[in-house]
């Protein structure tokens, strides 16, 4: 069930208060997120560095220029959806994040 809170365009997808299980369970998930990150910018980086030994190794090779010449911005658009993805999954586990913990010294 999700419910959108007051004057915020992210949606609140807290039921109750937060317990330690579901605390760590954020942490993990914002690790994950960041590992996921990581990756994107890995193969975006790899895009890049196969488009340009293309366009540096095998000049004059009209195919090979080519197909360097789609890898590199192959590479930008792939950092770029990493990052859009990042800071919307990013978002969401802040919406999950604002619920407060449960203490366990309340009596």
């Not at 190794?57 to 911005?73: Q, V």
């Amino acid at each position: 069930m999700t419910a959108k809170s007051a004057g915020s365009t992210t949606p609140s997808l807290a039921v109750g208060p937060l317990i330690l299980r579901d605390v760590l369970a954020i942490d993990r998930t914002r690790l994950a997120n960041e590992r996921t990150l990581l990756a994107w910018l890995r193969t975006a980086i790899m895009l890049l560095v196969s488009g340009v030994t293309l366009l540096k190794l095998f000049e004059g090779m009209f195919i090979m220029e080519a197909m360097g010449a789609a890898l590199i911005p192959l590479s930008l658009l792939t950092a770029a959806l990493g990052i859009r993805r990042y800071l919307r999954t990013r978002d969401l586990i802040e919406a999950v994040e604002l619920v407060e913990p449960i203490s366990v010294n309340k009596p």
